[in-house]
């Protein structure tokens, strides 16, 4: 599960007027940023948000439920920080106990995405806003963490119907932002310099996992009304 306490991240919206006045006076001085990177900045400054649809989601089919605004910034990704990486979390408990932990404020953290042992799928923040889940604030910008419930130490909680719904969830966030399908940009929270945490843990498939995704990234490249390729 996503780290908790605010200094793992860094960053709570503190320094963007710095951000932008000293990166507005260093292009004004040197010309050194360029036109587009400057069109970036606009929703940065104090007072501007990027228009949002209440509820929408970015993967069909997954439910909405907001997790608390304390658990992530606004940003505009992947205009303002590429997306290169998708993060594999475990809950280490229930999916309705992670969806009361990112609604709380005082937690601190908070993924993009929970999926269930059933393989429903529940998301709490837009991908294009960073959420506080990696523990690292660079893995935080440049990844979407996918959570799912269950417990490291318990191999039965990671069910068929799981590893398929987070392989297809995957392949479509590979697909979106040009992440390529392999396991430098598809990595577990262990994996992330500088966090203590184990999840996926042992039991997590990593084999099992990359073929579904690969298999599922397959699948939404088909030319429309070509044959999916053969389940094995």
Known sequence: MGAKGASEDGDRRIGRRALIVGGLAAAAGTAALARDELARLWWRLP????????????????????????????????????????????TQGSLD???????????????????????????????????????????????????????????EDFTAEMYAASARLTAGICARYGIPVDRKHIIGHVEVPGTDHTDPGPHWDWDRYMQLVRRAATVRAAPSGSPSPTAR
């Open 47 to 90: 007072g501007v948000d990027k228009p949002r649809t209440p509820g929408a989601v970015d993967f069909a089919g997954a439910r909405w439920v907001a997790a608390s605004d304390a658990n992530w910034r606004g940003a505009d990704r992947p205009d303002d920080f590429r997306i290169d990486m998708v993060v594999v979390h475990v």
């Open 97 to 155: 106990s992670a969806v009361r932990a990112f609604q709380d404020p005082g937690h601190k953290a908070a993924a993009h995405y929970i999926v269930g042992k059933d393989g429903r799928i529940t998301q709490m923040i837009r991908e294009l806003d960073v959420a506080y889940h990696a523990g690292n604030r660079d893995y935080n910008e440049r990844s979407v963490g996918i959570e799912h419930e269950g417990f490291v130490d318990r191999p």
